[in-house]
């Protein structure tokens, strides 16, 4: 279903204007066959993934966890790969890592071998979350280049701003200001209220629950919301 990029409520199929606010319908039509949340975090799947799909990490978290994963055998190392999301990745460098020190006892060349493995995926996985990084920051500059800002961009800037550059309290500025903004994507609702949920905000975590409820279609999506919303009562 296409939104309003005026004012975010969804539209009518092949309408022309806007039933709520009466903007022309232009760039729903421009974007016609393109799933908004295809559209979300300037079409960038890969930062799309980490922000919805992901549980996040931060730069400090991720450093500790591989520098004390060297003594405990690099397990940690397949945590910071399942923070970014690529979890299928950590298993590239777990695995080798595992063999080599297994066989270290064979030969001494082994155990500089596994060491070299692991420390090429603590560089890796850091090279991914700046990636993220980079990204995200790419993708704020744009929302605020725009001479006109929608609710989705306000959301996805509050978003980014949290979970992917880890500023707390310009991100609850922004996600308080989208309280006042009609409409908005379900998913990106349901992400600003776990942001809330998690700052113990927990009257804007319900409102934007609920907001992701009433215009939630994917039935998983809405299991995903009703889980959330059980989480802050």
Known sequence: ??????????LKPNARFCHKCGA????????????????IFGGNEELRNYV????????ATLNILAFVGIFVFGWLMLVN??????????LLYFVPTIALLALSPLTPLFLPLAIFVYIGGWMHANVILSRYKSAARDRIISIDQKTTV????????GVLLHKV???????LYVLT??????????????LAGRV????????EASEFFNRALASAKDETLIKRIMKDMASIH
Do not use: W
């Open 1 to 10: 279903m296409p939104y309003c990029v005026k004012c975010g409520a969804e």
């Open 24 to 39: 022309e319908v232009r760039v729903a039509t421009t974007l016609k066959g393109v799933k908004i949340e295809e559209r």
């Open 52 to 59: 919805v799909k992901s549980p996040g990490i931060s730069r």
């Open 81 to 90: 790969f399942n923070s970014l999301g690529r979890g299928k990745l950590g």
């Open 150 to 157: 929608e609710t989705n961009d306000i959301l996805e800037k």
């Open 165 to 171: 550059l880890g500023d707390r309290e310009q991100s």
């Open 177 to 190: 200001s989208a309280l006042k903004m009609p409409g908005g994507d379900p998913q990106l609702l349901r």
């Open 196 to 203: 809330m949920s998690k700052h113990k905000r927990y009257r």
